[in-house]
């Protein structure tokens, strides 16, 4: 796929690993819509991108991804303002174990509602230009955690969502292709919650496995995976994939 004046929206990119996919699309000269819940951020990042990549390059949207009609009008706006979308990331997520609902809500219901969207949006069989979704999972979805047991559930949930979702494209001729992004750690704020009981709850006794797994995997910077994640929009051979990146052992595509 080539990037330049395509139109992507990125979920959950006031900050973190969000705002480095809206500024990785950005430096290929992409169109992005940012959301996010949170707008004070948002702003800020949004001032920040207008600043290096011009005003009308981006534009945020406040928006909860766990409300239907908030998430229906991100997509509406989007393609009122820029006429199309060609790429969805979804990367808004909580890793709360005290609010496990809520978690699930936003790691896996939200991001389910999104890739339909996207699907209304895009779908070739249907009228659309096709494009590239990008779901945000995690190594969680491939390894247990006895001090996340809910976050593991819904980066598992997002593996098997985004490889099935992928297969249905693939067999339905839908023209959109559905790939996994599996991070290791991260240097971003989701880190310095990992052992806070107010996050861990129950599993608090367990704070020390994070600090097990952080030391064997390192801790990547967000630019680093901003470039993983443009070589999944890209390279138009990838769908179904799930695309590991960690700090100790760079990008590795799972086998499956
Ligand atoms: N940081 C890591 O080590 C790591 C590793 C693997 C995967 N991930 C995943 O990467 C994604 C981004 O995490 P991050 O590390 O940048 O965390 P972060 O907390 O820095 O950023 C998450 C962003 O999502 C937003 N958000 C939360 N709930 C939302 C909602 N309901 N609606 C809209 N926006 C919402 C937050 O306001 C925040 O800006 C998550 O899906 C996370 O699970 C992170």
Known sequence: MILKNS???????????????????????????????????????????D??????????VTCDVTS?????????????????????????????ENIWEKTISVNLVALIQANY????????????????????????????????????????GVLGFTRSLAEASKLGNYGIRINALCPGFV???????????????????????AKHWINLFGVLEPSVVGDAFIQLVEDDSLNGAAMKITSSKGIQFENF
Do not use: W
Request: negative net charge.
């Open 187 to 209: 240097n971003t704020s989701i880190l310095e919650t990992l052992d806070q009981e107010e996050i861990l709850g129950m599993f608090y006794q367990f704070k020390d496995m």
């Open 51 to 60: 600043e290096k990549y011009g005003p009308s390059q981006t534009t945020f």
């Open 68 to 96: 239907p009609s908030q998430l229906k009008d991100l997509f509406s706006q989007t393609v009122q303002k820029y006429g199309k979308l060609d790429i969805l990331c979804n990367n808004a997520g909580i890793n709360n």
């Open 117 to 156: 969207l996207a699907l209304e949006h895009m779908r070739c069989d249907r009228g659309g230009q096709g494009g590239s979704i990008v779901n945000v999972a995690s190594l969680s979805s491939f390894q247990i955690a006895a001090h996340a047991p809910v976050y593991t559930a819904t980066k598992h």
């Open 7 to 49: 139109v992507g929206l990125v979920t959950g990119a006031s900050r973190g690993l969000g705002k480095a996919f809206a500024e990785a699309l950005l430096k290929k000269e992409a169109k992005v819509v940012i959301c996010d819940i949170n707008h004070e951020e948002g702003a800020i990042t949004k001032a920040e991108f």
